[in-house]
């Protein structure tokens, strides 16, 4: 996209579409932000949070990353901030629902089968977080890929649990945990499903996923284990 582009983009909002909600807005400044949902989304541009759940301004406190990542509550990766985001919209923002939102093709969990750059030093870091999740293949085709892909967001799921504020909150029933693998090519997100046991396309499933979750090495082959 040429710079100019950009600009006339900044352009065509400011004129064309703010207006239309001009009034949403100013009822979002004068009342503040209250999103109910934080959305954890890989960085991938072909996932459109808003898109996907037909949410509007201040519905969702989204955090992007590669992978769709949740680093450990212990702090032993250092500064993050996905983790004091997960900590804002807890403590602060109070929302009740915290969605971990993975996807097929997605080039963070098949760099955990390949080679990463030797100077994306944080690169190489951040990806560990999904390490657990491989399967132990040497070249995965596409249904390892995106088994793998399914695990690692049920494992995010789970490294949600060991937050304090999220245990406390998601075991006294008001907070929920939910696991999304989107299928980009069917437009259509597969739910985790604690009772069934797997991921359930949207179109076929009874809720938007249940939890909260233990993640199993065994996963998607032997199963998962019951929940915490
Ligand atoms: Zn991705």
Known sequence: MPEDDLLQRLRRFHDDAFPTQR???????????????????????RIVPYLLTGA?????????????????HDQSQGFHGTAAAIEFAVLNLNVQRIVVCGHT?????????????????NLRAWLELGREATLPVADPGPEALRRTEQRAIVLQLERLMDYPMVRERVEAGVLSLHGW??????????????????????GL???AG?????????????GIQEPV
């Open 105 to 121: 093709h997605c080039g963070a969990i098949r760099a955990l089968y390949g080679e990463v750059p030797a100077s994306a030093t």
């Open 23 to 45: 009034s949403l807005f100013r009822h979002l400044v004068d009342d503040g932000q209250h999103p109910t949902t934080l959305f954890i989304g890989c960085s991938d541009s």
């Open 181 to 202: 693998h989107y299928v980009i090519e069917d437009g259509e997100i597969h739910v985790f499903d604690i009772q069934r046991g797997g991921f359930v396309p949207a």
């Open 205 to 207: 499933a009874d809720n």
């Open 210 to 222: 249940t939890g909260p979750y233990r993640f199993s090495e065994g996963f998607g082959a032997e």
């Open 56 to 72: 509007g301004p201040g519905e969702l406190f989204l955090v992007r990353n590669v992978g769709a990542f949740v680093p450990p």
